[in-house]
């Protein structure tokens, strides 16, 4: 099905907040896949990292893991997170187009940052916090970067038709009709 001509629960377009297919999931059920195969690739690039800093620099394993896991997740959250639609064509094996991994890279640049953000806080505070209170605000500041990052997929970036709003198409040249002017005047 086109994703422009997908229809509400009641048929009409757009009236809806209900999944309009049945691979669509619903808010819930998006969550707790994002959280599994976000997760589960975050415990594989740290994993990955780790075996490439036998290899390479530091540096140069981190950003080569970001780039190819930020890939991937956005993949996997199309196909399953959000259920995104088919694949369009021309895409190979990738069923994102480029303003997809862009948008979802952006949103993986501001959760890090938030969460480096916090721990730059934190040490301000605080010359020699305690690994408690370190894991506390990391894992705090990652599960608040979490959920917004998780909105703004659910919402923009991977948001179909019917959950956007419909633009406003304005027409300059047209001259209004007599009732619509006395309409507005009154």
């Known amino acids: ?7 509400s629960a009641t048929g009409a377009p757009g009236t809806s907040s209900a999944p309009s297919t049945p691979n669509t999931p619903g ?3 998006s969550f ?31 950003a080569l893991v970001s780039v190819v896991s930020t890939i991937l997740a956005t993949e996997l959250h199309a196909r399953f997170t959000f259920a995104s639609g088919p694949r369009p064509a021309g895409h190979g ?8 991994h862009l948008q979802s890279a952006g949103t993986a640049a501001a ?7 916090a721990m730059l806080v934190l040490h301000a505070f605080a010359s020699a916090p305690g690994l408690a209170v370190e894991q506390t ?24 038709a019917r959950e956007q709003p419909a633009p406003v198409a ?15 005047a009154s």
């Open 1 to 7: 099905m086109d994703r422009g001509s997908q229809t």
């Open 27 to 29: 808010a819930l059920a």
């Open 32 to 62: 707790v896949r994002f959280a599994i195969f976000g997760g589960g690739v975050g415990l594989t690039s740290s994993a990955a990292v780790a075996l490439l800093t036998a290899f390479l620099p530091f540096a140069l394993a981190n």
């Open 93 to 100: 094996l990738l069923r994102c187009g480029l303003r997809h």
């Open 111 to 117: 959760a890090f940052s938030v969460t480096t953000l």
């Open 137 to 160: 605000v990391y894992l705090s500041a990652s599960a608040l970067a979490g959920v917004g990052r998780f909105l703004a997929l659910r919402l923009y970036v991977f948001a179909t």
């Open 170 to 184: 304005l027409d300059l040249h047209r001259v209004p009709t007599r009732r619509e002017l006395l309409t507005t």
